[in-house]
């Protein structure tokens, strides 16, 4: 996807996934943590699924109470 296009939830899996990754690494450097996963957690997998897979994307905003 070209920078100049927004992306709309219905269409975040259409965003590459070494851009989602690459992103993901800013944030993790941005925020000064530990390589991005510590003690079970791993942002990077979250950021990955939450893009690109539907269903759990809808069950990570229903526990975070958002709406669709």
């Known amino acids: 996807m070209g920078k100049s296009q927004l992306i709309h939830n219905n269409e975040f899996h259409l965003i590459n996934k070494d851009e989602i ?3 993901t690494g800013k944030l993790v ?5 530990a390589a991005g996963s510590t003690e079970g957690f791993d ?7 939450y893009f690109t897979d539907l269903d759990k994307r809808q069950k990570i905003n229903s526990l975070l109470e958002i709406g669709e």
């Open 43 to 49: 942002i990077y997998k979250v950021v990955d699924i």
């Open 21 to 23: 990754r690459k992103a």
């Open 29 to 33: 450097e941005s925020l000064n943590l």
